[in-house]
C-alpha cells in the first residue's frame, strides 16, 4: 500500500522473516528500505507517525509487530536499544535509527528530519 489518500505506506509482513536474534533480524529489516517503522496496529502513536511521513511524500516501510508471530520479541529488542522509551513506533532512516516518536517529532521541529531524509533517497524536493 502507497501513501496516496486514506493509506499508510508500504506494509510489509513480517512472518517472510529473517531467523535467528530479533535484534539481527530488526538491524536487517530496518536496512533494506530507506524509511522503516515499526509498529503496532492498534497504536494511535504508530498511527501518527505513519501520516507524518505519509504527508510529507515519503513512502515508509512498516512493520506491524502485532502481526507477527515474533513480534513480542522484536518489541522486546526494540525497548532494549531504545532504554526507556516505548517500543513502538520506532522509525529508522538509511538503515539508522532515529528513535521512538519523541526523536522523529523533535528532529521535524528542529528541521533535520527532512535532509535525513533526502540523504536516505526517500525524499527528493
Not at 536499544?81 to 539508522?96: D, R, T, W
Amino acid at each position: 500500500m502507497h501513501c496516496q489518500t486514506g493509506s499508510r505506506g508500504t506494509y510489509v509482513p513480517t512472518s517472510r522473516t529473517i531467523a535467528g536474534d530479533p535484534l539481527e533480524r530488526i538491524e536487517r529489516l530496518a536496512s533494506e528500505n530507506a524509511v522503516v517503522i515499526f509498529s503496532v496496529s492498534s497504536c494511535c502513536m504508530c498511527h501518527a507517525i505513519k501520516r507524518l511521513f505519509c504527508g510529507m511524500g515519503v513512502n515508509p516501510t512498516v512493520y506491524e509487530l502485532d502481526e507477527d508471530p515474533r513480534g513480542k520479541d522484536m518489541e522486546k529488542a526494540l525497548m532494549r536499544l531504545l532504554g526507556n522509551s516505548p517500543a513502538v513506533p520506532v522509525v529508522f532512516i538509511g538503515g539508522k535509527l532515529v528513535g521512538a516518536m519523541d526523536r522523529v517529532m523533535a528532529s521535524h521541529i528542529n528541521g533535520t528530519l527532512v535532509p535525513l531524509l533526502k540523504q536516505a533517497g526517500a525524499l527528493w524536493l
